[in-house]
C-alpha cells in the first residue's frame, strides 16, 4: 500500500468520524449526512481499491480516471447545491408566512386594546 492511499484512508476515517460527531451533537441532520458519509464510502473504496477507479472509467468510456473524479465531484456539487436552493426557498417561503401571520396576530390585538 502506497503512502497516498494511507493518507487518503486516514483522512476519509477522520472525515466520517467528524461528520458523526456533528450527528450526535445535533449540528448535522441525519438526511444531510448520508451525502458525507457515502462521498466518504467512495473515497475508502478507491483508496483500497486504485484498480476500481480505472475500471470505473474505462466502462463510462472517460480516458483518464482524474477527469472521471473530477466530473463526478463537478456533478455532485451541483445537485448539492441544487438541493440547498431548494431547501433556502422553503425556508424563505415559510418564513414570509410566519411573518405574515405575526403582524396579523399583532393587528388583531391592538385592535383589542
Known amino acids: 500500500m502506497e503512502k497516498i492511499q494511507i493518507i487518503a484512508i486516514i483522512a476519509s476515517l477522520l472525515f466520517t468520524f467528524f ?3 456533528l450527528i450526535v451533537r445535533g449540528k448535522l441532520r441525519e438526511e444531510y449526512s448520508i451525502i458525507w458519509i457515502c462521498c466518504t464510502f467512495f473515497l475508502i473504496l478507491f ?3 486504485r484498480e476500481g477507479l480505472d475500471y470505473v472509467s474505462n466502462i463510462l468510456g472517460i480516458y ?3 477527469n472521471f473524479v473530477f466530473t463526478v465531484s463537478v456533478f455532485m456539487i451541483f445537485m448539492y ?3 440547498i ?3 433556502v426557498s422553503r425556508l424563505y417561503e415559510q418564513n414570509k ?3 405574515q401571520e405575526i403582524a396579523l396576530l399583532k393587528n388583531k390585538e391592538d385592535k383589542k386594546q
Open 81 to 83: 447545491l441544487l438541493h
Open 47 to 49: 483508496s483500497f481499491w
Open 97 to 99: 408566512k410566519l411573518a
Open 64 to 66: 483518464e480516471p482524474p
Open 19 to 21: 461528520v458523526i460527531r
Open 85 to 87: 436552493s431548494i431547501v
